[in-house]
Nanobody, 126 residues
Framework: QVQLVESGGGLVQAGGSLRLSCAAS????????VGWFRQAPGKTRELLAA????????YYADSIKGRFTISRDNAKNTVSLHMNSLKSEDTAVYYC???????????????????WGQGTQVTVSS
């Protein structure tokens, strides 16, 4: 088991920045790939970014590519999502999730995540 807790959400003006953090406890965090998702009201949950357990492989959805950056610090059991140039359409609840993988370079797809945080609200005002 691994427990995940997100933090860093809040209210920001369009064009601003936020950094979300995902803190993990429980099983060895460095053996999990981690993804950041978001879900806006009435929409399906979207995989935004993911990072392999080594940090050497990353994935970004087209909707946030070039604006968001995912990173991890296995020594501190944290994964961060740096969000720049925020838009009103980025308003959503943001979740981090962890997935077991067979190697240190795999980045899992949407349905592969077993452990989830409770989410943090990000609201971007226009």
């Amino acid at each position: 088991q691994v427990q995940l807790v997100e933090s860093g959400g809040g209210l920001v003006q369009a064009g601003g920045s936020l950094r979300l953090s995902c803190a993990a406890s429980g099983r060895t965090f460095s053996s999990f790939a981690v993804g950041w998702f978001r879900q806006a009201p009435g929409k399906t949950r979207e995989l935004l970014a993911a990072i392999s357990w080594s940090g050497g492989t990353t994935y970004y959805a087209d909707s946030i590519k070039g604006r968001f950056t995912i990173s991890r610090d296995n020594a501190k059991n944290t994964v961060s999502l740096h969000m720049n140039s925020l838009k009103s359409e980025d308003t959503a609840v943001y979740y981090c999730a962890a997935a077991t993988t067979r190697n240190d370079y795999e980045v899992p797809g949407w349905g592969r995540y077993d452990y989830w945080g409770q989410g943090t609200q990000v609201t971007v005002s226009s």
